[in-house]
């Protein structure tokens, strides 16, 4: 166990992070100008410091409703997470210093406390509220974007992430129906609470095929949205996985086919934030092939991944952002020739593609080979050799196809100048502690769930495989790059189901499903329809009783009676 | 700027950058085949410069796999969903939608 540093809080035991920042939030309207970008680092500062004097065990645990609420539960698992959260809301918050957007910063925060809230919530109940709460707050980070599509864009991410979050409230209700308790350890009942729960936690890791909503929402974010987006939602859910679902065996394969998955799309994509969008969906997969493993390397492989994937996965965003900041453009195909005019975010664009492409000396390198080395100890030929596979693939899209497009290759004629300082200083943040991960792996690995961790990355059989590994991806790609130029088209993913297929469907169901509806009513109607008939034949408005004749013939009989009367009496 | 320099310099000799990384490649096959191999899990860890072939296909498959994924099923033109949904009520911003109902 260990613990950074301790600081008595005036009054408290332990100060909770999220709802200091949740509340420190909310007080960012009430400052302008230079004042507020002090109050926000000051804020995110102190986040820092709450997380990192957090000791070990469990804080902030009381009876609400006859109910256990844990709102501090801090062991190994728990802290690493909220290490790598707190880093990432202070690299944003910086990155995003100069947007003057209040909705923007109050629902960033929020977002990475609510992430935090989840980490350290060690009942479900109050793992349900702050996973609710992170949905709420960064959809606004989307929509900020103010345009129509970010608009359609982040109302399908609410729809999603809601029968996500309904599905996990069915899920929980049912857990503690079964087994009377609520506290969030491994799941270990039977029948639907257990794959209710999953399923609410896979969507939230965007694993295939539930993973759309993410490469269709997190493109049409603002710049600074997507920075945080990229690092909080998908690795909770990773984190929730790992507490809830270890060694689940339907993770190995669901995880191994994102890997492929994000990488073949990734191939595919022109806008460079999908690209990369993609490319969360391939690492994450990484991550959930790890946890359905389950074995000690494998879980300290997906918590390492996931703390360096969160700080390289942030840079690619920060510089794919930069690029559109400056340029306005983020279609490679209208990229080109951007290196002499932004050579720091190309820079550290590089750095964080080496380090997702898992080059040595980077800090993917000291991660992602954990996790094959735990497949390759286990003898899993097939897993490994798709998870390699999608190694080559990371650095094919990654690290050669983009640069190359948007910062190399044929002149666009943009003539950029580099971001705001605040930004690149975020960037050089990020890129440190790429290379610094990478360098020294101790560092990292002191904070891992299993320890001691037995695992040295930097062996020359490792060496030699990824040296040749992704040095003949490069030499395949120079060969055929002709054939990767960008086309100026979308593809079309699961989320097509509910984009396409299903208000076709509806618009089908409406237009023809109202005449068979009626055609069907009709008939039910038929033989009251022949009653109606067979009675109005008599005695309807123009049936046989309704006719006038007996009455005016009773008329005439009553005339020609008084007329017999008449007639009698005068004889 | 030192960086742009810098860079343009590796451009400029970009015919030896080529040829030095394409050395430091034979090399790195070379040593894999002569060093004996550090892991024996799977067949392919013991043959030495496994890791070149594997990168070679790997890079050929993606890069083929996904362009026939892509102009076979998935590829299609920017303005496919706005197209597709032309008209109908569940698309687009519905405040346009409202302007154009009040016209």
Not at chain 1, 418 to 430: D, K, R, S, Y
Request: net charge neutral.
């Amino acid at each position: 166990m260990h613990e950074l540093f301790s600081i008595n809080w005036p009054g408290l035991t332990w100060l909770h992070p999220s709802l200091a920042l949740i509340l420190g939030a909310l007080l960012i309207p009430l400052f302008r100008g230079r004042v507020q970008q002090v109050y926000r680092l000051l804020l995110a500062g102190l986040f820092m410091l709450a997380v990192f004097s957090t000791v070990p065990g469990t804080h902030a645990s009381f009876r609400f409703l006859d109910l256990d609420i844990v709102m501090g539960r801090a062991d190994q698992l728990s802290l690493v997470f909220s290490y790598v959260f707190a880093i990432m809301a202070a690299i944003g918050a910086i990155y995003a210093l100069h947007v003057r957007d209040n909705v923007q910063h109050i629902a960033g925060f929020i977002y990475a406390a609510s992430a935090v809230g989840v980490v350290f919530a060690g009942d479900l109940l109050s793992l349900y509220v702050f996973w609710e709460l992170m949905m709420l707050s960064s959809v606004w980070l989307i929509w900020r974007n103010r345009s129509p599509v970010s608009f359609a864009s982040g109302f399908r991410y609410l729809l999603v992430h809601a029968v996500g979050g309904v599905l996990l409230l069915a899920g929980i209700v049912l857990y503690f129906a079964q087994t009377g308790s609520l506290a969030f350890d491994r799941i270990e009942v039977e029948g639907a609470a257990f794959w209710l729960i999953l399923i609410g936690f896979m969507i939230n890791a965007a694993v295939v095929p539930l993973h759309a909503w993410l490469t269709d929402a997190y493109p049409e974010a603002t710049i600074t949205g997507a920075v945080f987006l990229s690092a909080f939602t998908t690795k909770t859910a990773v984190y929730t996985l790992m507490r809830g679902y270890p060694e689940t065996e339907i993770l190995i394969w669901l995880g191994a086919v994102m890997t492929l998955w994000g990488v073949t799309y990734a191939v595919l994509a022109n806008n460079i934030r999908r690209l990369l969008a993609y490319h969360i969906v391939s690492q994450v997969g990484y991550m959930v092939a790890g946890i359905g493993l389950g074995t000690a390397l494998a879980l300290n492989g997906s918590t390492a991944h996931a703390f360096a994937h969160i700080l390289y996965k942030a840079l690619l965003f920060m510089s794919a952002g930069a690029i559109i900041h400056m340029t306005g453009r983020a279609k490679l195909s209208e990229l080109g020739g951007l290196y002499r005019y932004m050579p720091l975010t190309f820079l550290f664009y590089m750095i964080a593609a080496f380090s997702i492409s898992a080059f040595p000396l980077t800090s993917g390198f000291v991660s992602k080979t954990m996790i094959l080395e735990a497949y390759a100890e286990n003898q899993q030929a097939i897993v490994w050799l798709m998870l390699s596979l999608a190694s080559a693939g990371t650095f094919l899209s990654v690290g050669l196809k983009l640069p190359w497009f948007a910062f190399m290759g044929k002149d666009s004629g943009l003539r950029p100048k580099e971001a705001p300082l605040n930004m690149q200083v975020a960037m050089g943040i990020a890129a440190f502690f790429c290379i610094f991960i990478g360098v020294y792996p101790q560092w990292l690995y002191q904070f891992l769930p299993f320890q001691p961790v037995d695992y040295n990355a930097y062996t020359t059989g490792h060496l030699l495989w990824e040296f040749q590994l992704l040095l003949f991806v490069g030499l395949v790609f120079f060969l055929l790059r002709g054939y990767l130029t960008p086309k100026d088209k979308i593809t079309l993913d699961t989320d097509w189901a509910y984009r396409v297929a299903f208000p076709r469907t509806l618009r089908f169901v409406g237009e023809h499903g109202t005449t068979a509806w009626h055609a069907f009513l009709a008939t039910l109607r038929w033989p009251l329809v022949r009653v109606y008939e067979a009675a109005s034949k008599h005695h309807g408005p123009q049936g046989t009783l309704a006719k006038t004749r007996p009455t005016g013939s009773m008329v005439l009989w009553v005339a020609v009676l008084l007329a017999a009367s008449l007639l009698i009496y005068y004889l | 700027m030192m960086i742009v320099k810098w860079l343009d310099f590796l451009v400029k000799h970009g015919q030896t950058l080529k040829w030095v990384t394409l050395a430091f490649m034979l090399g790195l096959v070379v040593i894999d085949l002569v060093l004996p191999s550090a892991y024996d899990r799977f067949v392919w860890e013991t043959w030495g410069g496994f890791g070149a072939l594997f990168g070679s296909l790997a890079c050929l498959i993606l890069i083929v796999g996904a362009k026939a994924l892509g102009f076979g099923l998935v590829y299609r033109s920017e303005n496919y969903y706005q197209d597709e949904l032309e008209g109908s009520e569940m698309s687009g911003d519905p405040r346009e939608q409202k302007e154009r109902d009040n016209a």
